[in-house]
Structures are given as C-alpha cells and as structure tokens.
C-alpha cells in the first residue's frame, strides 16, 4: 500500500511538472522607423525614448515570466508605447489632414490564426486592446470607423475625445509641413508601435498600433491593420509587425510574404526578415520589421537610419536600441 501511494505520489508529482509551461520565452517591440539623425536627437530625447523602451520591455518580461500569453505580453506592451506621447500610436499620434487623428490597430494570434483589426478610429484610447476583442469576441477580422467604435462602447470601453490624442509636437509637426508644403522627411510622417512575442507555452503573436502617415486623406488606411501586411503571425513559421511606409507595405503583402519565404523556401527568420526589405528598397519603400520563431530566435530589419527597438529573452539576453 505504501509503495502504492508512494508511485501515485510521485506520478502527480511528474504530471505538474509536465502541466508547467517551460520558461522559455522572449519579446520584440518596435517605436517606429525613420530618418533618424545621431546629431539630430539630444542626448535627452534619445534618454526618454531607451527609458520607455526598457519599461516596456520590464512589463512584457513580467507578463511572459508569471505564466501569461503572448497576446497577454503584447496587449500590455502596446497599451504603455500608446499611452506614451513619444510614439505615433494612442496619444501622441500623427495628424490627419484635417487636424484630428485617426487610429489602427490589429493583432494575430500564430497557434490558431485568429486576427483582430480596427481602422481608422476617433475615439479609442488603446486600440490594440479593441484589437484583441475583435479577435476573441467578434466573428469579423477588421472593423472601421464608427462601426468599430460601436463594437468598442458595446464592449464596454469608454470613448475619449479626439484632443485626448493631441500633443504640441505633432501639431507643431503638421503645421509645419502644409505651411511649407514641402515633401517632409520620412521620419516626419510616419512613427507606429509594435510587439512580438513568444510565450512559455510554445505560441507567438503579433500586434501593431499607429496613428498612421502624418497628413493622410481621404481616410486613408496604412499596413498596419492589414493582416498580411502590418501584421502576421504563425505559429509553423513567425509573428511580425511592421513599421513605415504602409503603401508599400500593402502591395508586398509584406509580413505574410516573410512567412511565406520561411514556409515554401526554407529562409530562416533574420534571412526571410532581410530578403522582405530587400524587395521593399528595391520598389523604393522604407521601414522595418521586427520577427519572432517558436525557438526563439528574433529578427530586427529596417532600411532607414533609425528604429525605435528593443529585445529581451527568458535567458536573461536583452536590448534596446534607435540608430542603425
Ligand atoms: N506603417 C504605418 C502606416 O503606413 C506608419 C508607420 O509605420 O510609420 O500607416
């Protein structure tokens, strides 16, 4: 008898160690990509950009570290980069044309392909959480306008005016380029946030949220709610989410074209990561990509001087950086 509970004992013991997800997790986030001058950005500004970089990256290691999931570790990233007025993405976002702004936002899950995706909203102070509600409560992938923002008020998320999104320095920023009516810079128009994460139950995710192109019109909608093109995630090849030009981003059909390179052609991440923005210089497109695998392995590519980046892994690795 003794011997009896003295196995069984030890077999419950054996099948908890089993139900416990193996610690073996990692994250990627990006700020956005652009012309971004060494010279340009004060010693300050580049202080408080790696500042909020290393506090997003503590909070996603502290979800994936306690046991939460990869869209658990994204959606928390997200909500800090869009409630930080440093990134076009929640407050702090780019201007549209007419002086207001206008957000998207979409999530992918890479075990079961779920996506969630919202367009061109007023009033949602986090998109990517809509985002992810799209996802696990709506039987669409993307909403827009004030569809979307109906489905958020029924899911009990509370609308804010569209000066909560203000700051000084878009306006400042938008004023500027329709008084010159000049071809602004890259780094003048576009910014975006995203997250990739790999969680210690083995699954990875995507998600991206933006303001989208300073000056846009006529509703214009980027890459960055386009599942396929801001934003992909698969479990049997990577997650990615994109920063820059979104037109571009959309006719490459960019984050599913890597996912394609890594499934027909054997590439690995950094090498499908790299062949993507090779084909987005070649047609004249700039930005980058941030990519994780199952196995942890990650990718951090652009082509412009600058991305807002940063990594960390349940090994202890970790890194933030801005300039190439
Ligand atoms: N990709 C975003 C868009 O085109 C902007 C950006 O990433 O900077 O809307």
């Known amino acids: 008898m003794k011997q009896f509970l003295l196995s069984l004992s030890f077999l419950l013991s054996a099948s908890i160690l089993i139900a416990q997800p193996a610690k073996n997790y990692a994250l990627v986030i990006h700020g956005g990509a652009g012309v971004m001058d060494k010279d340009k950005m004060s010693p300050e500004i580049q202080n408080e950009y790696i500042a909020a970089l290393n506090k997003v990256l503590r909070v996603g290691d502290s979800v994936l570290v306690n046991g939460g999931t990869c869209l658990d570790a994204i959606e928390r990233t997200i909500v800090i980069l869009e409630d930080s007025p440093l990134f076009n993405a929640g407050k702090g976002a780019v201007f549209t044309h007419e002086g207001l702004v206008e957000l998207d936002a979409s999530v992918m899950e890479g075990k079961t392909l779920k996506a969630g995706a919202i367009a061109g909203v007023r009033d949602i102070k986090n998109p990517i959480q809509v985002a992810r509600t799209v996802l696990e409560k709506s039987e669409h992938v993307l909403l827009t306008g004030t569809g979307a923002s109906q489905f958020a008020k029924e899911q009990g998320f509370q609308p804010v005016e569209n000066s909560y999104f203000y700051t000084e320095k878009r306006?400042?920023?938008?004023?500027?380029?329709?008084?010159?009516?000049?071809?602004?810079?890259?780094?003048?128009?576009?910014?975006?946030?995203?997250?990739?994460?790999?969680?210690?139950?083995?699954?990875?995710?995507?998600?991206?949220?933006?303001?989208?192109?300073?000056?846009?019109?006529?509703?214009?909608?980027?890459?960055?709610?386009?599942?396929?093109?801001?934003?992909?995630?698969?479990?049997?090849?990577?997650?990615?989410?994109?920063?820059?030009?979104?037109?571009?981003?959309?006719?490459?059909?960019?984050?599913?074209?890597?996912?394609?390179?890594?499934?027909?052609?054997?590439?690995?991440?950094?090498?499908?990561?790299?062949?993507?923005?090779?084909?987005?210089?070649?047609?004249?497109?700039?930005?980058?990509?941030?990519?994780?695998?199952?196995?942890?392995?990650?990718?951090?590519?652009?082509?412009?001087?600058?991305?807002?980046?940063?990594?960390?892994?349940?090994?202890?690795?970790?890194?933030?950086?801005?300039?190439?």
């Not at 979104?246 to 690995?268: C, P, T, V």
């Not at 700039?286 to 196995?295: A, L, P, Q, W, Y």
């Open 171 to 324: 306006l400042k920023s938008l004023q500027e380029l329709q008084k010159k009516e000049r071809e602004a810079t890259t780094n003048d128009k576009h910014g975006t946030v995203g997250c990739v994460a790999l969680d210690s139950y083995g699954n990875i995710a995507a998600g991206t949220s933006t303001g989208g192109m300073m000056n846009k019109k006529y509703g214009r909608v980027g890459d960055s709610p386009i599942i396929g093109a801001g934003t992909y995630a698969n479990n049997e090849t990577g997650a990615f989410s994109c920063t820059g030009h979104g037109e571009y981003y959309i006719r490459l059909g960019f984050s599913r074209d890597i996912s394609a390179l890594m499934e027909y052609k054997k590439l690995s991440l950094q090498e499908a990561c790299q062949e993507e923005i090779r084909k987005l210089t070649e047609m004249g497109g700039t930005g980058g990509v941030i990519g994780i695998d199952r196995k942890g392995n990650i990718a951090l590519e652009f082509n412009t001087s600058g991305m807002f980046r940063g990594f960390i892994k349940s090994n202890g690795e970790k890194g933030v950086a801005i300039f190439k």
